[in-house]
């Protein structure tokens, strides 16, 4: 319906136009940035290495402590496990002695070997005294 020759208002932007419009995304930055965060892993890790390897000295000091005490006291160790066979053979030479005190010709003590080595005596024969 056109009206006789009245052209209609328009509407037309304010001076100066209109602001522009926002449509970028504009998030912000969240966190720290990835060259950071790998060399942060690093310093961690160098650390931990720097752990694992100072345990690892201290255990084999520890180690070595050990090892040296237990050479140390091994004689004494050895000595008194000596004592306790020389123990347990007189107790047996006093048993063999009992024994065949009737029996002529019997040396107590002799060994039965014929040498003159020294030959340890099994446990078996240990376990009674």
Known sequence: MA?????????????????M?????????????GVTMIVGSAAVMAFGFFLVIRGNRHRRELKQERLEARHFVRPLI????????????????????KIMKDVPGWVVGESVYHND??????RDQLTNY
């Open 3 to 19: 009206s006789g020759g009245v052209s209609p208002k328009q509407d037309m932007p304010p001076k100066g136009g209109y602001p």
């Open 21 to 33: 419009v926002e449509y970028q995304r504009n998030l912000p930055r969240r966190g720290v940035s």
């Open 78 to 97: 050895q000595a008194e496990e000596d004592r306790r066979i020389l123990r347990c053979l007189k107790g047996l030479e006093y048993e063999e002695a």
């Open 117 to 122: 080595r020294w030959v340890t005596p099994n």
